[in-house]
């Protein structure tokens, strides 16, 4: 359920089935059982006054009402936009992707810290068709 996935991540249309989000599959395991529109979007899900309204039957007491309670504090008081879904890389301030900035990550927090900075490897080529 996309809805799950909204508390981790802001976007109006997204496959839950997507492997990006499975985390809150497992965070959010016992509501999602409970859902029958598996593949409901955020937006529709959210027109509605109840979040509940799309689930089997109301969660019980114990680990479905703490998973509940846990979601909807994710959430209070998020607005969402009226605007088409956009990819935002948010390891950069301007919010758009660019190679350098993904180096300067690995640097920063994989790689050991040392005097000399990662660099480019001229034998590789620009740019590789790995799926030809």
């Not at 997204?14 to 999602?32: K, N, V, W």
């Not at 994710?74 to 009226?82: A, D, E, Y």
């Amino acid at each position: 359920l996309c809805f799950f996935n909204y508390a981790l991540m802001i976007r109006q249309d997204y496959d839950i089935t997507s492997s990006l989000r499975r985390g809150a599959l497992q965070q959010f395991s016992r509501l999602y059982s409970l859902e029958s529109a598996k593949h409901i979007n955020v937006s529709k899900k959210m027109n509605h006054p109840s979040l509940s309204w799309s689930y089997r039957r109301e969660p019980r007491r114990g680990i479905e009402e703490e998973q509940q309670n846990m979601l909807f504090s994710r959430i209070s008081g998020v607005i969402l936009p009226n605007m088409r879904d956009r990819w935002i890389w948010s390891f950069e301030a301007s919010g758009d992707f660019s190679v350098t900035s993904v180096r300067r990550l690995i640097d920063d927090y994989l790689l050991p810290k040392g005097d000399v900075q990662t660099r480019w490897v001229k034998v590789v080529p620009i740019k590789i068709n790995v799926f030809a």
